[in-house]
C-alpha cells in the first residue's frame, strides 16, 4: 500500500516536473523609463551633420540608427523610428554631428584600424515642443578595419555607416535611459 502511494507520489511529481519544463516562460515586464520619459514610446530619431562638407546621407543615418536603437534597447518600452517614417510620435530626437576625427594606425596584411569620434548634440523634445532632455557636447566612439592606406571618402559607405549608427544609438540610449536615471 505505501509502495503505491510513494509510486503514485512519484509520479505527480515526474508529471509536474516535466510538464514545467515545456511551458513557455513568463513574461518579462519592461524595463522602467526614469521619470522625465514616461510619456514617451515613440521617438522620431534625426540625424543631421553639422560639420563642413556634410559627409553623410542624414536620412540613411537617420534610418540606421533608429534600427540600432530598437536593437539596442529594445528591454525599454521605447521605439524609434526615422524622422522620415511620417507616422505620429511622443517625442523627436535630434542628433546633431558638431565634429568628427579619425585616426589610423597600421596592421596586417595590409589592413589599417581607424577610430573615429564624433562630438554631438542630442535633444529630445515632446510633441508639445518641451525640451525632455538636452546634452550638447556627447563623444561618440567606434573603429573599422580598412584595407589600403587610408578610410574612404564616402562616409556613407555600408561600414562606416553600420559603425556610426550603432555608436549613436548605443551613446544616444546611455543618454536617455541611464544618465538620466542617476539625475
Known amino acids: ?3 503505491k502511494k510513494l509510486l503514485t507520489l512519484a509520479g505527480v511529481v515526474g508529471i509536474l516536473a516535466c510538464g514545467a519544463c515545456f511551458l513557455p516562460p513568463l513574461p518579462q515586464k519592461k524595463t ?6 514616461s510619456s514617451v514610446h515613440k521617438i522620431a530619431v534625426r540625424v543631421e551633420d553639422g560639420t563642413t562638407g556634410n559627409l553623410f546621407d542624414p536620412v540613411t543615418i537617420s534610418n540606421a540608427t533608429a534600427d ?6 529594445k ?25 568628427k576625427t579619425a ?3 597600421p596592421g596586417n596584411n595590409g ?6 569620434e564624433t562630438i554631438v548634440s542630442f535633444t529630445l523634445t515632446a510633441a508639445d515642443g518641451r525640451i525632455l532632455v538636452s546634452r550638447q557636447q556627447e563623444s561618440s566612439k567606434f573603429g573599422l578595419w580598412y584595407k589600403g592606406d587610408s578610410p574612404p571618402s564616402n562616409l556613407n ?11 549613436l544609438a548605443m551613446t ?8 538620466v536615471r542617476s539625475k
Open 172 to 179: 544616444a540610449g546611455s543618454m536617455l535611459f541611464l544618465s
Open 32 to 37: 522602467p523609463l526614469p521619470p522625465a520619459l
Open 157 to 167: 559607405a555600408n561600414p562606416f555607416r553600420k559603425g556610426a549608427s550603432y555608436s
Open 103 to 105: 585616426s589610423c594606425r
Open 1 to 3: 500500500m505505501v509502495e
Open 68 to 73: 540600432n536603437f530598437n536593437r539596442l534597447w
Open 111 to 116: 589592413k589599417q584600424f581607424c577610430s573615429f
Open 75 to 99: 528591454d525599454f518600452p521605447v521605439q524609434a523610428e526615422a524622422f522620415n517614417a511620417g507616422g505620429p510620435s511622443d517625442a523627436a530626437l535630434r542628433i546633431t554631428v558638431l565634429r
